[in-house]
Every structure is written in structure tokens, then in C-alpha cells.
């Protein structure tokens, strides 16, 4: 899913934990099921042919139906201590949880899911990739960058790095690179 920072609710079939479901949380908004937009519409009472014009004053005077009459289920393989509500519930705390983070992927290639990418920026941080292939060397070098400071608030580097993939790549190795990581 292509998530937009203004998008204030996210319609799904289930809670499945997967990071296409994480932004909008990290926005403030909420996750709903179908009905919530059926009753949405009931509402409104839109007609089809209505100017846009039209349409935005009568979203922003009606009253919107309650998420949590309206919350999907949990997906099954939803491991136990993620299935409680209130980690799913809009948060104004999670607003900028990212803020003065910067992510660095290290992953083969430089491609990494869009997914990923709009929890990073969705949560206010910042990121980048770093091809494995690349050798070490590059590594401790980008390592080093300086990654400057926000509103005089020391910028944290996560490092990020996908075990299983990265040992397919590369074999052991990766291991090096997580070691400069610790230096």
C-alpha cells in the first residue's frame, strides 16, 4: 500500500502486525474495518454527482462513527502479545517516535521495501541503504558520516539488517559488518 501522511484511517480485514499497517499509527490515525466506512457513507448521506466542494464541509461536520465499534479482528498468526487493542488505538504519543533517528538498512542491493520505508519517515525519522556488496571499508566509512543535529538533539544511527537475507547474500560475513557497527 502506498501510505500518504494524510491519510487518517487505514481500512483492513485484519491486524496482521505487518508494516503496511504501522504508519498511520505512527500519524495519530486509526486502523478500521470495512463497515466503519459503510457506516461512514450511511452518514454522510453523498449523494454520487456532489461537488468535492460540497462533500469536504460535510465530512468535517459529521460526526464519525466510534473505531472501537469498527476495529478488525486479529489476524491468527498474530503473535499473543500484539493482540491487544490498545497497541492498535491512535496514540498522539507516537507522533515523531522516530524523531532524531536515523535509520541505516543494511541490506544486498539498495532496494528495501516501500513498507519500511514509510514507517521511517511516517514516525519522523530519516533513512538510508547500504549495499552489503560494498564491501566493509565503505561500511566503516558510512559509519562515520556525520548525520548532524536537530534542534540540538544528537542524531541516533538504528542500524537495520535482515539476518537471513543477508547470510543467503553473503554467507557469514555480514557478521563483520555488524562488529564495525560495535566499534
Not at 486502523?31 to 461512514?40: A, F, P, S, T
Not at 465499534?69 to 498474530?78: E, G, I, K, R
Not at 541516533?156 to 555488524?178: M, S
Request: hydrophobic share 40%.
Amino acid at each position: 500500500m502506498e501510505y500518504h501522511p494524510s491519510i487518517t484511517h487505514q481500512v483492513v480485514d485484519q491486524i496482521t502486525g505487518e508494516p503496511d499497517q504501522l504508519p498511520v499509527l505512527l500519524r495519530g490515525g486509526s486502523i478500521v474495518n470495512k463497515q466503519w466506512c459503510q457506516e461512514l457513507a450511511d452518514r454522510l448521506h453523498l449523494p454520487a454527482n456532489m461537488p468535492d466542494s460540497d462533500r469536504q464541509n460535510l465530512e468535517d461536520s459529521c460526526l464519525q462513527p466510534s473505531i472501537d465499534d469498527y476495529f478488525p479482528v486479529f489476524a491468527p498468526n498474530l503473535k499473543r502479545p500484539f493482540q491487544q487493542a490498545t497497541l492498535w488505538a491512535p496514540n498522539q504519543n507516537r507522533l515523531k517516535l522516530f524523531k532524531a533517528r536515523h535509520f541505516l538498512f543494511l541490506v544486498e542491493g539498495e532496494m528495501i521495501s516501500t513498507a519500511w520505508i514509510n514507517v521511517v519517515l511516517a514516525g519522523g525519522g530519516t533513512y538510508e541503504t547500504f549495499d552489503i556488496h560494498q564491501g566493509t571499508s565503505k561500511w566503516v566509512h558510512q559509519l562515520t558520516l556525520p548525520r548532524g543535529k536537530v534542534a540540538d538533539e544528537v542524531i541516533a544511527l538504528v542500524l537495520i539488517a535482515n539476518e537471513e537475507a543477508l547470510d543467503a547474500a553473503v554467507g557469514h560475513r555480514w557478521k563483520d559488518f555488524t562488529r564495525e557497527a560495535e566499534r
